[in-house]
C-alpha cells in the first residue's frame, strides 16, 4: 500500500539534504551557540551518593574574580524553584537543598565569565555532607528497615515505588499449571546509558526588555519543554521559545529536562546575560539519563513438543533516587507487556515493582520504545531457554510459535493490537540470508575441533509511534503531532514539523514524504524543525514516533493541500474538481491525459487573480494534527554468529543478520542506517554497556575508559534484508524503524554467546557478557562438571 | 568538557634546555611529551603541575635505529613511529605485536614511548614489553647520563627511577641472538588498556632455549616481570610442557586485585593464558629465523 | 601566553592562558566549530584535527604545544569550492547521522588515505578505532571511506585506489 498516487520515485535512497552542512563542518550544535556577553555554567555535584547536606560555603567562590553568580538550592527554593516536575509525575531536586540522594546530584551551579573559570570556582565552594547509608541494590531498598531516600515526600516510609501488573494471571497460572515443560530465568537488564556522542547543555538568553526566554537546548521534544518551563517557572508560554539546534544523537536521553537546564534559565534570569552550560561526559554518564536497570524473573510453560503455553514475569525496577521514567503517563513500566513477543502465547501476566535507590534518576527510552527493549529480551532468552530443556532447534521452536499472518490484525494477552507483519518469512529470510543450516554444520565442526562458535537468534516486536492520545500523554500532554505545509507561488514547499531530528534524517525523509504526495521533487520540500516558534505543537522524537506520528500529520497535511489544489486545478481547466484524477503526480481530467496541470503550476494559479470557486481562498496550503488511531509494529528476525575464546572469554561478533520489517520504507538508506546504529547499540549493551557501582554507591563507569562503547573493530559489517508489510492504519504505511534494531539485537548477541558455550553446560550469563564474565562462566560450569 | 587547572609553560628547545627549565622550576614542574597520560590527568585535577616543560621540539630525542645489532629509541619516538619501523616489525616483534594493541591509532600519533615508560602506569603495555626485552633506560641529569634496567626502572605505580630534574633519553634493547618475542594481551575493546597482558621473549640454540624474557602488565607484577617463570626456563627444552608450566608459575607469582574490570582470579588466569601465547608465538618466531 | 597558529593556511595570533586546550582554541578563540568535543578522557575523537601532518586528538594536546605550527580542521577539507572524496563518499554512502563525529572521523580517513591510497576495510576499522561514531554502526563510514578511496583512483588512474563501490550498499 501506499502511497496511493505517490508521485513515481520520490521514495528511494537520497542522498541526505543535512549532509551538506555537516561534512563541512558547519552544523550548529548547541555548544557552538556564541552570544555576545555570554556566561559559562558549571554544576557542583556531589561525591557522596546519600548524605545530608549539613553546610554549603559559597563565598570563596562568590569572590573569583571571574565568576558572576553562585546559586544554591536555597536561593532555588526562595524562589520555589528547588524541586522540578519528572516525566513522571515525581518531582526532582533542582539544586539539592537537604540531602543528596545519590553521586552526581547537583549542589550548586556557578556563573563565570569563561568555562574556565567557572570550573576552577567549584573547586572553591566547600559542602560538609554527613553520610547516610546508601541504598545501591533495588532489592534491599525494599527490606524493611532500609534507609529512607526520599524523606522529602510528606508520609513517606518506605522507598517503594509502585506496582503495576498486566495480563490475566488466572489464565496464566492455569497455563503453566497445565504445561509439560516450565523453565524459569532470573535476568539482569543492566542499567546502561545512551550516550549521545554530543553531550546535553543549553544556552538560555533571558532578555529582560522583551521579557522573552530563549532556550537552545539539546532537547528531543522541544514543544514539551516549552510547556514545562512555562508551568514551572511561572512564564508565559509564548514568552519561551525552545530551539533544538543540531543534536548530536540521543537515544532517549535528550527527551527529559535535567537541572542543569533550569539552573541555566534561573542564570540567564539573574544576569540578565545568556547563560551556556554544557556537561561535560563523566556528568553525563554520572547523572544524566541512565536507562534499563530491570531485575526480571521470567518462567515460560509449553508442551512437551513445543507448543508455547503461558509467559509470566515479575520484574524490580530500579528507578534511582527521583522517579524520572520517561514514558506516557498512564505506562509507568512503558510498554513492558508487549513481551509476549512475536509469539502466539494463549495466555501472560506480568507485574513490575519500582524502587527507588541512591543512584542517578532517569529511567529513559534508551532506543527502546518505552521499555520494550527488556521486554524482547525476556522473551527471547525464555524461548531460548526452553529450546535447551526441551532439546530443540531454537529456530524451529520459534518458527512453531511465531504469530501468522492470517491472525493480524492480532490481539495479545496483554492488550495490544498489532498491525501487520509476515513473521515467519521475515525468519525465513533471516535464515536464508544467513546460511543457517550451513553455519550449524560449521559449528558442528568446530566444536569437534574444540572450538566455542555460537549462533543466536532473536525474533522482536517493537511497538512504537507512541501513541492515541485516548490512552496516551506526557504530564497530561496528548501525543499527538502537528504538521503545517505551505506551499509557495512557484511550487517550492515549506513543511514545518513538531518532531525533531538527532541525526534520522528528517530533513531528507520528511521532504520525500511531502514530495510523494504533491509530485514534486524533494529537493524543492524544505523541512522545517526544532524551533517552537517556527513549528507546530508535537510531542518530539523519540519511541521512533517520528515517522509514525508526525509522518502521518505530514502526509495528512500534504493531502489536504493536494486536495485544495483539486479545486484550483479544476478552476484551471475549467472542469469540476470531480473530473479530475490525480495522476502521474498531477491532477489530470479523467480520460484525457492530455489535459493535467502540476502543483507548481497550482500554487502559482492559486496565488494569482484566477478566479477561484467558492469554498477556497486563495494560496496553497494547510495543516494537520495527527493522532494515531493505535501504535505500529515494526518487527524483525535476527542471528548473531560469535565465536568465543575459550581461554580468555573474548567474544567476536563474526557476522549479524537482520532482517527488518518497518512498513512501507521511504528512504531505504537511512532505514539501513538506522538499522546499522541498532545493532552497534544491541553488540555493545550485550557486550560492554553497564552503569556499574561500587557498594558505597560510586559510580565506576563515569568515563569512556569505563563505560565502553563499541568502535568500528569489534562491530562486523552487517547483513540486512527486509519484509514488507504496510502497516495498516498508517497513512503510507510505513512503522518507524529508529529504535527496532537495538530493541532486537541484544537477545541475538546472548543466545549466540550461550549457544557458543553450549558443549560446557552454561545456560546463562547476564550482559554485559565482558571477557571476565564469560570466563567466569565458563569456569563456573567447568567446576560443576568436575564436580559431577 | 573537563579542563586543566592553571599551569605555566616553558618549551624546550634541547635537551641541556629542558633540564635547565627542570633545574629552574624544580619538582613542582612536569615533562610533558605526547600530553596523552598528563593532560588527561590535568583534565581531571589529579594531577596539577605548576609549571609544564614541553619536550616536543626535542627532535634529538625522536628517532628509531639499530646500531651494533641493539636497537635504540630516543624518549620522544612515538609510538607509530616504533609500529611503522621495519626493523622493529622484523626483529622485534614484540613491540610491533604491543604497539597494535596499545590505546588507538591517533593516541598512539601523538604519545611517546618515553611519556609511557615515566607514567609508570600499573598496566602500562610498554613497561612489560621492555621488561621481557631487558631494555637499559638512559637518564639524562644534570651530572650527566646513567642507565638503568628496564627491570629497576619503575619503583611503584605512576613512579619511577627518574629523579625530578632528570629526563628518560633513551631506550635501548639488546640485540638475542637466535630470539624471537611477542605480546599477547587482553582487553574489553579496541583501545582499552589491558585486563592482562604478557610480553615473551626466547633466545633458542637448537632445542633449548638458552634466554627467556617475560614481562606481565596489568597483574601486579613487580618490575612489569615474571623471573619465576624466566627462571623455569633458561636452559631448559623448548618443550610445549615447558612453555605451559611457565604460565602456571607466572600466574601464580602475579599479584592481581579485582576491579570493576574484572576479578583477580581472572586476571590471574589470564596472566598464566597469556604467557604462555606469547612465548608459544615467541618460540615460532625464534625458530623461523624471525626476531 | 602569546601563541601564533597557522589553521587552516591562516595565522592565527592571539593571548592565551597556557592550559587552553587545542579543541578550545580552535572552537572558542577562532569560532572554527567544526571540530567537536565528546569526551574528558581522549577516548572519543570527535575532536580529531591534524597537528602539522599528523591527526591528534586536540582535547588532549594544549594550544600552546601548537604554537608556531600548523593545524587543519575539518572546515579545510574542502578547497576551492572542490569538497575532497572523503566528504563526498560521506554523503554518497550515509556515512553521517547526527554528523557530530563526522569532523573527527574524515580527517583521521583524510590522513589514512593519504598514507595508505587502497585500505581494506579491516584497516578503515582498525584506523578509526580510537573514534566513536553512536550513530552509524561504523557500517557506512567504512564504506564512504572506501568509496573516497575509490574515487581518487578513479580522478587520478597514477594512484592505486579501491574497487569501485555502489556507495549505498544493501538497502
Ligand atoms: C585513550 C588512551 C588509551 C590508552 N591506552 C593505552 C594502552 O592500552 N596501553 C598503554 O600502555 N598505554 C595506553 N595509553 C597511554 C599512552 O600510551 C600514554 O599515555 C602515552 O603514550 C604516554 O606518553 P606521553 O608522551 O603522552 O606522556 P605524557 O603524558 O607527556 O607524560 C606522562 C608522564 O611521564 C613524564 N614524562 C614524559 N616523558 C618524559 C621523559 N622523557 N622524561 C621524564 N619524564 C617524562 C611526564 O612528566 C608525565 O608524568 C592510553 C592513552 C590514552 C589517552
Ligand atoms: S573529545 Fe573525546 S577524544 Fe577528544
Ligand atoms: S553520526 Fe552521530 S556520532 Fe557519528
Redesign the interface.
Known sequence: MNAAGAAPGAYG?H??K????????????V??V?LTGMLHGAVLRSPLAHARITGLDISAAAAHPKVEAVITGQMLAEQGLAWMPTLSGDVQAVLATDKVRFQGQEVAFVVAQD??SA??AL?LITVDYEPLPPLIDAKRALLDGAPLIRDDQPGRTTNHIFDWEAGDLQATDAAFAGADVVVARDLVYPRSH??????CGVVADSDRITGKLTVWATSQAPHVHRTLYATFLGLPEHKIRVISP????G?GSKVPLYPGYLCAIVASMRTARPVKW?E???ENLMATAFARDYHMHGEIAATRDGRILGLRASVLADHGAFNATAQPSRFPAGFFSVFTGSYDVPAAHCQVRAVYTNKAPGGVAYACSFRVTEAVYLVERLVDALAIELGADPVRLRMRNLLRPEQFPYRSPTGWEYDSGDYPRTLAVALQTAGYDDLRREQAERRGRGELMGIGVSCFTDAVGAGPRAHMDILGLGMADGAELRVHPTGKAVLAVSCQT????HETTFAQIVAAELGLSADDVEVVHGDTDRTPFGLGTYGSRSTPVSGAAAVVAARRVRERARIVAGAMLEVSPQDLAWTGGRWQVRGDPGRSVGIPAIAMAAHSALDLPDGIEGHLDDKAVYNPPNLTFPNGAYICVVDVDP????VTVRRFIAVDDCGV?IN??????Q???????GLGIAL?QEI?F?ADGNC??G????Y????????P??????TVTPCPHHPIGAKGIGESATVGSPAAVVNAVIDALRPLGVTHIDMPM???NV??AI?AARARDGRE | ???P??VEYERAVSVGHALTLLARYGPRAAVLAGGHSLIPMMKL?LAQPETLIDINALSELRYVEVADGELRVGALARHADLLESAVVGERFAILHDAEQVIA?PVVRNWGTVGGSLCQSDPSEDLSAAFAALKATLVITGPDGTRTVPARRFHTGPYETVVAPGELLTEIRVPASPGGGSAYAK?C??????P?AAAGAMLAVDGGTIVEAGIGLTAVGSRHFCASEAEEHLSGAPATPERLAEAGRIAAQHCRPVSD????A??KR??AG??TV?ALRRALLRARAGER | MRITVIVNGASHTREV?P??LLI?FL??DL???????????S??G?CVVWLDETPVKSCTVLAAMADGHRVR???D??RGGV?DPV?QG???C?G????????GM?MTARALLDRNPNPT?AQ???A???????????????RSVLWASARQAEADPARPGGPALDG????
Open positions: 535512497p542522498a541526505r543535512e549532509d551538506a552542512r555537516f561534512i563541512r563542518g558547519a552544523g550548529t550544535f555548544d557552538d556564541a568555562r574556565y570550573r576552577d573547586e545512551p550516550a549521545p556522542l554530543e553531550t543540531d543534536i548530536g544523537g537515544f554544557v561535560d561526559r563523566s538527532q541525526g534520522q534524517g581461554g580468555t572469554g573474548v520504507r531505504p538508506m537511512i532505514v539501513a542506517g538499522v546499522h546504529r541498532g545493532l552497534a547499540d560492554m556499574s561500587d565506576l563507569s568515563s569512556f575508559m569505563d565502553l562503547l563499541p568502535t568500528a573493530v569489534e562491530c559489517s552487517f547483513e540486512l534484508a527486509e565482558t571477557p571476565a570466563w567466569l569456569e | 568538557m573537563q579542563v587547572a592553571q585535577r588507538d587482553v574489553r575493546r579496541a583501545g582499552d588498556w585486563l570493576q574490570r574484572g576479578p582470579s581472572y588466569h589470564l593464558e597469556l601465547r | 592562558e592550559r587552553l578550545h572552537r572558542d569560532g572554527l566549530t567544526g571540530s567537536h568535543w565528546g569526551c574528558d578522557t577516548n572519543c570527535a580542521t575539518v572546515e577539507l574542502e569538497l566528504q560521506f554523503t554518497e550515509h553521517l547521522q547526527c554528523g557530530f563525529c563526522t569532523p574524515m576495510a578503515v576499522r582498525e578509526l578505532s580510537g573514534q566513536i561514531c553512536r550513530c552509524t554502526g561504523y557500517e557506512n563510514i567504512v549505498r550498499g544493501p538497502a
